[in-house]
């Protein structure tokens, strides 16, 4: 699997990095937790705080359009993300998870 940056920029108010690049690779289209593992190797940071939002396919061509976004902590992700961008991307809340186990 290979990456090309397309773009990338701050965004100080949301307290997140967001970026577009291009990904190509062989076989099937990868999944989202194959790029947030790529991109938070490529990046250095938590996989837990890389939304991966797009990934555009065209029919037929090895390679993909992806947007994703790095926050910069976890409790600014699950204000500004939708619920469902968060299960799709697998991330738990913990709190919740606790109130189950208190009883």
Known sequence: MEIE???ERENPLLN???IKFLIRYEGPTPTIKDI???IAAMYNVDKNLVIVDKIDQE????ESKCYVKIYSDENTMKIVEKKSTLEKN?????KE????NNG
């Not at 029919?59 to 090895?62: A, L, R």
């Open 59 to 62: 029919f037929g061509i090895m």
């Open 90 to 94: 697998k991330i738990e809340e913990e």
């Open 16 to 18: 997140r990095k967001e």
């Open 36 to 38: 947030k593992l790529k």
């Open 5 to 7: 940056i397309l773009s």
């Open 97 to 100: 998870s606790e109130g189950e």
